[in-house]
């Protein structure tokens, strides 16, 4: 590859670093990824931006209310891989989405798959893992957000939302629904609105992600090989409920954890253990759970988090049952 | 002018805020900015994402960021 011989050119004839030592492999290994991955965000950023400025939030609500059982799940499942929300914006998403009568069960898939699977978290792994882990983690994905979902739906939880969902809905309705809706831009509008995302998303996350790649790169030159198999590999049963656990209090950077987990793997972790890892801090964030405490009573939350909790292990397990 | 922001404190809305106070500063124009942090008052709105801009009472911008110069475009 011609990122690869860059990066081998810069490395080992601009900085002289031998191929053999711990420094040059470190460094190379450093250079080829954040070039790779910086290529990568910009194009694919960009790309999902544009296509999102033609799915505002009513449209999302619009998408689901008119749906049946598990169509809604699966549908809300896919709606959420590309409409990410930011968690403040839960609680109204939450309140909109109930209010536009769309069922609880395909509510709970798209507040699952949102998070889990997000356009960041795929563009990385695709960067480093290649497409078929990709595709095993956002299938994984959303079959956790679609049996979740349903699972939710099934246990007509309704009575389990916060008197503050109804009180709010009692509200909105004396008000006579003044439910917005922004105008549709251009052409030229969604290109200018895709770039200036692009823009500010690249600034905000390449900082993390190259002090990220910094460390997966000092893992990659100095740790041994197969240090972590005593503890995070196959032979270790508890190494994904432990993965899990770990997870739910890292949020702020599933972005920055992916170039680390990709160094771990090299290291001996098992591949499902590093996926239950990954997918533990995405969707399982301590601040969501917070914020979505305001229209879910304790008994509710508290089973949407094991479920969440539960069906992770699950999926890592079989993943290191697979991936051999 | 008029503008409020909308938003519970969360990252992306202060840089809309940030972006918000450029374009004023930058168009050198008069405007006076209002930040909403009730969830209630939010809601009252009939606002399902944050975070969101209205200028003059109309919501233009809702459940993304937007750019300085998308602001200035909205406020010139």
Redesign the interface.
């Known amino acids: 590859m011609v990122l690869q011989e860059l990066a081998d050119y810069i490395t080992y004839k601009l900085l002289g670093l031998a191929p053999s030592s711990h420094l040059g492999s470190a460094v190379n290994f450093f250079i080829y990824d954040t070039i790779k991955i910086l290529i990568l965000l910009t194009v694919l950023i960009f790309a999902i931006s544009f296509i999102r400025t033609y799915i505002p939030p009513h449209k999302v609500r619009e998408t689901l209310e008119k749906r049946h059982k598990y169509t809604g799940n699966i549908a809300a499942a896919l709606v959420g891989i590309i409409t990410p929300f930011c968690s403040c914006s839960a609680v109204p998403l939450f309140i909109g989405f109930v209010e536009a009568g769309v069922p609880l069960g395909a509510t709970f898939s798209f507040l699952i798959s949102s998070p889990l699977i997000n356009e960041i978290a795929i563009i990385l792994l695709l960067g480093l893992f290649g497409w078929e882990i990709t595709a095993i983690y956002i299938i994984s994905g959303l079959i956790i957000a679609i049996i979740g979902g349903i699972i939710i739906g099934e246990l007509r939880l309704e009575n389990q939302l916060e008197d503050y969902v109804y009180e709010t809905l009692e509200k909105l309705k004396k008000l006579g629904n003044p439910n917005i809706e922004t105008p549709d831009p251009t052409l030229k509008e969604r290109y200018i609105i895709a770039k200036n995302e692009t823009k500010d998303i690249l600034r905000r996350v390449t900082l993390y992600i190259i002090i990220a790649i910094a460390i997966g790169a000092w893992i990659h030159g100095y740790v041994p090989q197969d240090f972590l198999i005593k503890y995070a590999g196959q032979g270790n049963f508890l190494a994904v409920p432990v993965a899990v656990l770990i997870g739910v209090p890292l949020y702020s950077n599933a972005a920055g954890t992916i170039p680390l987990i990709s160094a771990l793997i090299e290291k001996g972790m098992a591949i499902g253990t590093a996926l239950a890892l990954m997918m533990s801090i995405t969707a399982l964030s301590l601040p969501e759970m917070i914020i979505l405490r305001k229209v879910m009573k304790p008994r509710l939350l508290a089973l949407f988090i094991t479920i969440l909790a539960i069906s992770i292990t699950i999926t890592g397990y079989i993943f290191n049952l697979i991936l051999r | 002018m008029k503008l409020r922001i909308y938003?519970?404190?969360?990252?992306?809305?202060e840089?809309l805020e940030k972006n918000t106070k450029e374009a004023i500063e930058e168009l050198g124009i008069e405007a006076e900015m209002e930040k909403i942090d009730d969830?209630?008052a939010?809601?009252?709105?009939?606002?399902?994402?944050?975070?969101a801009l209205a200028i003059d009472g109309e919501?233009?911008?809702?459940?993304?960021?937007?750019?300085k110069?998308?602001i200035k475009n909205l406020l010139s």
């Open positions: 938003g519970v404190g969360c990252a992306n809305c840089i969830i209630d939010i809601l009252e709105s009939g606002i399902t994402a944050l975070p919501i233009k911008v809702m459940g993304r960021i937007a750019s110069e998308e």
